[in-house]
């Protein structure tokens, strides 16, 4: 018998963005947005050229940065 997804609702929540089927894809415009907001905050350059599981490393890596990933 198959557990209920419902009754874990975060068991897949935090997959690796390396093993995303469209981590390939452009960065979703909100990634951008927040990606845009913590560069600035970490004094660092804003690349708009990053795919969706790029951004999504970059992301974790500037909220280390910043402070804001806690």
Do not use: C
């Not at 960065?27 to 951008?32: L, N």
């Amino acid at each position: 018998m198959t557990a209920n997804p419902k009754t874990e609702p975060f068991s897949n929540a935090e997959k690796n963005p390396d093993d995303w089927t469209t981590g390939d894809e452009r960065m979703t415009g909100a990634q951008a947005s927040y990606l845009k907001t913590l560069s600035e905050e970490a004094q660092e350059g804003f690349d708009d050229t990053l795919t969706k599981a790029e951004a999504s490393k970059r992301i974790d890596a500037l909220q280390e940065k910043t402070g804001r990933g806690e």
